[in-house]
């Protein structure tokens, strides 16, 4: 094998081993924590009655680490094209100090929210849902595991998003390491079943702009509703938050709040009903 294949390889395994382990980690250990060790003191947080089959868990946790996998090779153009020369941006980054650290992270984290919501959107178009999406809703109940539980196509349009940025922001790489870290432990909480989130008094989410595991889980359970990632504004600009999106969240936050909306499915968007498009 040429020297430079044996470097690529090489810097794949490195870069796959990072991911999988991060995956490994959060997914297990949120598991573990909330699905294990704290189900009966959080069992009134609980959003579900139901719990997953264990074979569902086992077929997300290896889809997942297909996904990782995925990750990794599109995640390989970076070093390639730092090796010719070609990405400066993370050595300008480094010029910036603190400041555009800062800056760049929640940029970063902002952009990746719009990237998710619109490009999130286009799968649920019923010409791509099949090839692209039905994967990750074949998860109607979600777990921890379910996060990275992509079909192909969407493993590389998820993926997709670093590189595109990196190449166009200026962006070190401590900084990417922490969006990163932000991204699968938010990913990893909004799978997990239980919701964390505080309420205030009259039974919102004291961050109201932050998405919820509530708010995601919505999702799957009525595939036309809250596409976002992070935060709530994208959906609610757009008219894709779920109408019972609140009184759900006070439910499952242990606040009784009345709900008046009747439950309502399909996507706004398309009008489609979720069952149709996942089956």
Known sequence: MPEWAQ???GQWLESAGVDIV?????????????????????????????????RQLVVEFLISVRSVAIFSTIGISMFLLEGAGLLPGPALAAQ????WATASLVLMVMAHDAYFYWSHRLMHDPRLFRRLHRRHHRSHNPSPFTAYSFDLGEAVVMASFVPLWMI???????????????????????????ELMPATSTGKPMVDFLTTTTHHDLHHAEAGWNFGLYFTWWDRMMGTEHPEYHARFAQAAGKLVASSV??????????????????
């Open 22 to 54: 991060r995956y490994v980690v959060f997914a297990v250990s949120v598991w573990l924590v909330l699905w294990v060790a704290c189900s009966s003191l959080l069992r009134h947080r609980k959003i579900r009655e139901e719990t997953p089959p264990a």
């Open 262 to 279: 009747p439950a309502t499915q399909g996507d706004p968007a398309s009008g489609l009903n979720p069952e149709t498009q996942q089956g």
């Open 7 to 9: 470097t690529i390889a």
């Open 168 to 194: 166009v922001v200026p962006t070190s790489w401590g900084v990417l390491s922490l969006f990163m870290l932000h991204q699968i432990v938010r990913n990893t909480l909004g799978h997990s079943g239980y």
């Open 96 to 99: 910036g100090g603190l400041v």
